[in-house]
Structures are given as C-alpha cells and as structure tokens.
C-alpha cells in the first residue's frame, strides 16, 4: 500500500483543492434553529454536509484525491476501504472522472450506502465489520486492481479536501467561538485543524466521539493513538482508529473530545429531525449530543457543528424495534 505518512497537507494544498473540487461538490448551506439555541444556551450554526449531493462531506477529500490524479495514474482507477460514507464518496468522484472504483466495505455497512456505491458505479467487495478484516481484504483488492489508494481520512489528498468545509462555514458565519465535528478516523476534524489553524486560530475545535467507539478520546487522554479493532456502536461511520497523519492534528489542534451514549446519539438525532428539520444519520448526531451533555462549555458561545452526512436506512432506524 502506499505510504500516507508523508507529506502533512498544507493551508495551500485546501486552498488548491477548493479550486480543483468546485465543480463536483456543493456549497452546503448553514442553517440554525432558535429552538436548539435556546435548548443549548448557545448560538449553533450546523454546516449541513448532508446535503451534498453524495450526502456527505466525504465528497470533498474523495473528489480533490481523485482529480488530482494524472492522466497514467486514473487509467487504473481508484480503491479504498470504508464503512460507507467515503466509499460512495470516492465511487462518485471516480464516476464524474470515469474511471473505476473498487472498494472493500463491511458485510455490515447500512444498506443504503451499499446502494449508492453501486449507484455511482463502484464495485464493492465485502469484509467482517473490523479493521484488521477491511485492510486485510482490501490489499487483496489492490493487489488485484492497481488502482490508487485513496485512504478514507490518513490521506494528506483527503484531509486537504475536508478543510475546505470549514473554510466555507467562516465565510457563512459572522466568526464562531467553536467548531465542533464527530471525530472516527479524524479526516473532517483534521481537515478543520489545519484551516481554522490559518483562517481562524482564535477558534476553538473539539471532537465528539460515541461512549462505545471511544478510542480517540482515550488516545487523546493517554498521549498516543489506542486503536480499537471493532467497536459496536450505531455510528458506523466512527468506529476506525485515528491514523499518523490525523493523530497530528488531532493532538496538536483539538482542545478536547467529548462523548456520548448510544441513547444519547438517539435522542439528538430525533431532536434535529423534528427542529432542525434536516435528515442526519447517527454519526453527525453525536456533536448535538455532546453539546447537549457538556452545557457548560459550549453555554454563551457561537457554535458551528459540521453536520457530516445524512445516508440513513430508512427501513432500519435505531429507534426502530429489530
């Protein structure tokens, strides 16, 4: 596999990626709620990803790798690993591009993300739901295909591409005390270090992470990454362990992480439901649920909370009995 250790990506490698990702992706719109302000104590402007048209920020890092690409290097196609959000990502980016994509998903993984990933024209090989399973399995595929690997968030091309939405929410809002995000593999959170580190330093980034996936809040504590191989928890798309080039960030940038139950998770992805009247599947619930948990920190303050996507199964809600 290739070495995405190298290279940390730079406030200019976002700036470049913003030019190079305009066509392909949305500038998603902020949108608050006096309701949860009132509910919080504090001002939230929620960054609405969901609303891509892959319906998650994903999109950004997958579309930046994938037509950074060199004309030799597209001709083999693109691969990854993931449990959803960035597979369909980097499915669609590789079908504006039209070139293959190979992906390696677990047997798990929401339906629905499956679904798109087909949509968009990726070839899905299954895996168990671990991590050890996914990179076994996906050199496998590499081996088999040739195409590039684009890591779902330890890609420096990835973590460039993410930057970009925090970079647009400072244009929409009128300055933010905090910016706070869910945080797995830490791409999104990442990407949001590097550009508030240059747009906006004054700005204070936290995490939020489910209590049952809790890995990076406990590698923050303990000074070095603790990865778990396969955490249960309702959100699928936090249950990776930060990687070298995200651990940088993370340890140099976030202030701290907070968690939240899965109960937790629930209830604050029903409030948004129903108030902020927005569709988001559990992972981008759990910053509402932290905040909610955590009052006082966030009680007076301007808030944006990147709403990281909005790919739910419709048929297999987690309110829902079975």
């Known amino acids: 596999m290739k070495d995405m250790t190298m290279a940390l990506p730079t406030y200019d490698d976002v700036l470049k990626a913003r030019d190079r990702i305009a066509p392909h992706v949305r500038r998603t719109p902020v949108m608050t709620s006096d309701y949860l302000n009132d509910l919080t104590g504090a001002q939230l402007f929620f960054k609405c990803e969901n609303f891509q048209e892959a319906g998650a920020f994903k999109v950004r890092g997958a579309s930046n790798a994938v037509f950074g690409l060199d004309d030799v290097q597209a001709r ?3 691969c990854t690993h993931s449990s959803g959000n960035h597979a369909l990502s980097l499915s669609y980016a590789a079908g504006r591009r039209g070139i293959p994509c190979n992906v390696v998903m677990p047997r798990t993984a929401p339906q629905a993300k499956k679904d798109a990933v087909r949509r968009y024209g990726g070839t899905i090989t ?32 990835v973590i460039a591409g993410q930057g970009t939405c925090s970079a647009e929410m400072m244009e929409q ?25 240059t747009l906006a330093p004054e700005v204070v980034v936290y995490a939020a992470e489910p209590e049952q996936a809790d890995d990076a809040c406990r590698s923050f504590r303990a000074g070095h990454i603790i990865a778990d191989d396969a955490p249960v928890t309702i959100a699928d798309g936090l249950k990776v362990p930060l990687k070298e080039n995200t651990w940088h960030f993370v340890s140099t940038h976030v202030r701290d992480i907070f968690t939240a139950s899965e ?54 809600l987690p309110w829902m009995a079975g």
């Open 76 to 78: 083999s196609g693109v």
């Open 126 to 157: 299954e895996c168990e739901p671990s991590t050890s399973s996914r990179e076994a399995v996906f050199a496998q595929v590499q081996a088999a295909t040739g195409g590039d690997f684009v890591h779902p968030y330890n890609d420096p091309r």
């Open 173 to 197: 809002t009128d300055g933010l005390d905090a910016v706070i995000a869910p945080i797995g593999g830490g791409g999104m959170i990442s990407g949001t270090c590097l550009t508030l580190s």
């Open 263 to 316: 109960e937790e998770i629930v209830e604050a992805m029903k409030i948004t439901w129903k108030y902020l009247r927005v569709v988001m599947e559990p992972s981008s619930a759990v910053p509402l649920a932290t905040i909610l948990k955590n009052r006082e920190v966030f009680a007076g303050k301007r808030v944006g909370v990147i709403v990281t996507g909005g790919n739910v199964d419709l048929d297999h």
